[in-house]
């Protein structure tokens, strides 16, 4: 793993440390300081502050995921500011004014093209065990409603096959929690499992990558985006919604609502069983679907949207 190398370095190592010591998972701001490290390495050397200079500097260079490595820097601000260094501590509306990333929710109709697409995937000379593993990912991701690191990083040993129960570790926040698979999920995981034992014996990842480890990040939402796009031949690449894995997570919620609506349910009263299910750190998180609802069923099922309006905060950041 690379060294930190900057004049910040000791103080990032802590910053890390910090969080971690707080109850966070410590791949929370490591990599965007990482990122950070190197380019007060190349730009700023000598650098033991962090100067706005430096900050917007580092966040000009970045063209994805702004509005996570806005939060990342601005923590860094505040962590160094805390320790008595001299720091620049991005400001709120940066991050508001960058975050370019609203919630995709597929209708049926596009889910259902969008799986045709990823049962129809190609193997690949990088991933050669593609059509295996990517039909199963994907769907556990959305039937189960998980964080895509916890679909793709999940252990074979952290599943029942008897009773279908997936028990999610290394989760945002440590919010260790079970999960319990459908019946036709259990059957899909068992039949890939026995294929699983021909190509991936010895690793311990459920969906490994062809190295060993777990099924990568940038692998995973790129081969989503090109079923995606099969998906919608007809669709201009213009006209196209960009989509990321984390869509399927916002289905299984916005799903779920309707579900409760459709049967009379009072959401108010269910939202702490979603955010416990969901592992979200706070009821704010998970009553931000109600906010993705269509307007004429919200109004037909009598929600306070006042006091919904009160617990979910103007921006959300999702990671990835």
């Not at 910040?8 to 990482?34: C, Q, V, W």
């Amino acid at each position: 793993m690379t060294e930190f190398k900057s004049g910040l370095a000791p103080s990032i190592l802590m910053m890390i440390d910090y969080f971690e010591a707080l109850g966070n998972s410590r791949k929370t701001h490591e990599l965007n300081l990482r990122s950070i490290d190197r380019f007060c390495a190349a730009n700023y050397p000598e650098a033991d502050t962090l100067s706005k200079e430096m900050v917007l500097g580092w966040l000009e260079e970045q063209h994805s995921g702004v509005a996570g490595k806005a939060t990342t820097i601005r923590q860094l601000g505040k962590y160094l500011r805390a320790i008595g260094r001299d720091a620049y501590i991005l400001y709120d509306e940066y991050m508001t004014y960058r975050s370019n990333f609203s919630a995709y929710i597929f209708t049926d109709d596009e889910l259902s093209r969008l799986f045709k697409s990823v049962d129809g995937i190609k193997a690949t000379n990088d991933e050669p065990f593609l059509p295996d593993i990517a039909p199963v990912l994907y769907r556990l991701i959305y039937t189960c409603g998980l964080r895509p690191n916890e679909g793709r990083e999940l252990k074979r040993s952290n599943i029942n096959f008897s009773t279908g129960e997936v028990f999610i570790t290394e989760t945002k926040h440590k919010k260790e929690r079970l999960v319990v698979m459908s019946n036709d999920m259990l059957s899909l995981c068992r039949e890939y499992d026995k294929r699983r034992e021909v190509f991936a014996r010895g690793s311990e990842y459920f969906f490994p990558s062809w190295e060993g480890g777990p099924f990568r990040n940038n692998q995973t939402g790129y081969y989503f985006r090109e079923c995606w796009a099969r998906a919608n031949k007809t669709v201009s690449k213009d006209e196209l919604p960009g989509v990321r894995v984390y869509d399927l997570r916002h289905r299984f919620a916005s799903a779920v609502l309707n579900r409760w609506l459709d049967t009379g349910q009072p959401l108010g009263a269910k939202l702490p069983y979603l955010r416990a299910y969901m592992g979200h750190n706070s009821l704010s998180e998970t009553a931000y679907y109600i906010h993705l609802l269509p307007e004429n069923l919200v109004k037909s099922a009598g929600i306070d949207w006042d006091a919904f309006s009160e617990i979910v905060p103007e921006v959300i950041l999702w990671e990835e």
